[in-house]
Every structure is written in C-alpha cells, then in structure tokens.
C-alpha cells in the first residue's frame, strides 16, 4: 500500500517561471492537504482540498498560488511567476477525513523548491 | 499568545535518559491532538495520538491536561535514533479539520 507520493522531490525554477507540483493520497483517502516549510520553521498550512472541492484556503497568499484536486489523478499546487521567497518545502498530506474517523495525516516526503 | 507553542530546545540529553516536552494550546475548545516527529529535511511522521486518558506506545507517553491546555510527550530510556524534531499539532473544535502545528522542540540523544 503506497504512502503519499509527491512529485517533483526537487524543483528549480526561475524567477518568474511557474512551478507545478503533485501530490497522489494514501490509497483510500480523499483529502488532501498543502503546507510549506521555510528553512528552520513550522508547518504553514495553505489549503485543504478534497475531491473536486477547495474546502479551505485560508492559508494560500492571495496572488499567484492555486491548488486544486481533479476527480481524476494527483491534486497539484500551482505557483506562478515564482520569486525568491516562494524557496520551501512543500509538503502534501492525506487523511481519511472526519466520515473515515480520523483526523490522523500521512506525509508525502516533500517537493523542494528553489528559484533562482 | 500563540495558537500553539512548544520550547524548542534543543534539548540534549544522554542515552537512556528520560525526557519531556510539553506543549500548550491557547483554544480551550480544542478537541483533537498529535505529536508528530520530523527528521532533517523529512517529512513529518506521525508518532502518536494523543487521548483525554493518556496514551502509551512503548517507550512513549502522551498525555493531555485539559485544565491548563497543554499536551506532553514523555520518552523513556532515550536512543540515538530519537533525535529528531517532535512537532505537536491541535485541531480546534467546531467542525474544524486545520490542523495547527507548533514550531517543534529539537532532541539530540548523545552516547
């Protein structure tokens, strides 16, 4: 049973490209969640998604960030016109949700991200 | 105050040490509560539950005080492989599924 799988591990970009990154859930969840770890600090939670639904996005910088999950395939995190200060981990994690009894997440292993 | 805020160490401590860390929450409706541990550069893993009853895993021990809002995890007879970051994570009440993480509290197990 694969874990979460996130692609790419590594990303550059350059200032000004977009980045794409993917994240596949634990077989049998349907909720997705995107964090973003600067270097020496917490978790930042961006945004919970499940299947074809944003159900909260308050923690998405208004301007340039989107992320959605297809009925079909990985939920992606989209950033466009990428800057210096986008540089992070981004982390992707599944759970099964409240109707699956658990607010317990699974970890993807990361995308990490530089723009130069 | 902060939502959640854990001391973050490090706390460095020999092999087969006891050590605890705590972590308090500032939301009194807060329901449900982890602790997860990240490795350098890793992703979080979770560790352990933790239960209104406390909760034990081995050389683990969670536990939750309600009246002063905070969680703690104890770790027994400490190995080298322990050193790691131990993130805690609340969700609030209300239907909320965001977690909150706090920053972590750094542990170096030295022989």
């Known amino acids: 049973n694969a874990g979460v799988m996130q692609n790419p591990r590594h990303l550059v970009r350059r200032r000004g490209q977009e980045a794409r990154l993917r994240c596949s859930p634990m077989?049998?969840?349907?909720?997705v969640y995107w964090y973003r770890q600067l270097p020496e600090e917490g978790l930042k939670f961006m945004v919970y998604?499940?299947?074809?639904?944003?159900?909260?996005e308050s923690g998405m910088p208004k301007e340039r960030f989107s992320a959605e999950f297809p009925k079909e395939g990985p939920s992606i995190l989209r950033i466009q016109q990428v800057v210096r200060g986008d540089s992070a981990a981004y982390f992707c994690?599944?759970?099964?949700?409240?109707?699956?009894?658990?607010?317990?997440?699974?970890f993807g292993p990361g995308t990490r991200l530089t723009v130069t | 105050r902060k939502e959640v805020e854990q001391d973050p160490g490090p706390f460095n401590v020999p092999e087969g040490a006891t050590v605890a860390f705590n972590c308090t929450y500032s939301?009194?409706?807060?329901?449900?509560f982890f602790w997860y541990r990240q490795d350098c550069r890793k992703e979080p893993k979770l560790l352990m539950s933790?239960?209104?009853s406390g909760n034990e895993d081995g050389r683990f021990t969670a536990q939750l005080n309600r009246a002063s809002q905070y969680i703690s995890l104890l770790i027994r007879d400490s190995k080298l492989s322990d050193s790691a970051t131990y993130l805690c994570?609340?969700?609030?009440?209300?239907?909320?599924?965001?977690?909150?993480f706090g920053r972590g509290t750094s542990l170096i197990v030295h022989p």
């Open positions: 994570v609340v969700y609030a009440s209300g239907g909320s599924y965001i977690p909150t």
């Open positions: 077989k049998g969840h349907s909720h």
């Open positions: 939301n009194s409706a807060s329901q449900s």
């Open positions: 998604l499940q299947k074809e639904n944003i159900i909260d």
């Open positions: 994690a599944s759970s099964s949700g409240l109707a699956g009894g658990s607010f317990e997440q699974y």
């Open positions: 933790v239960y209104s």
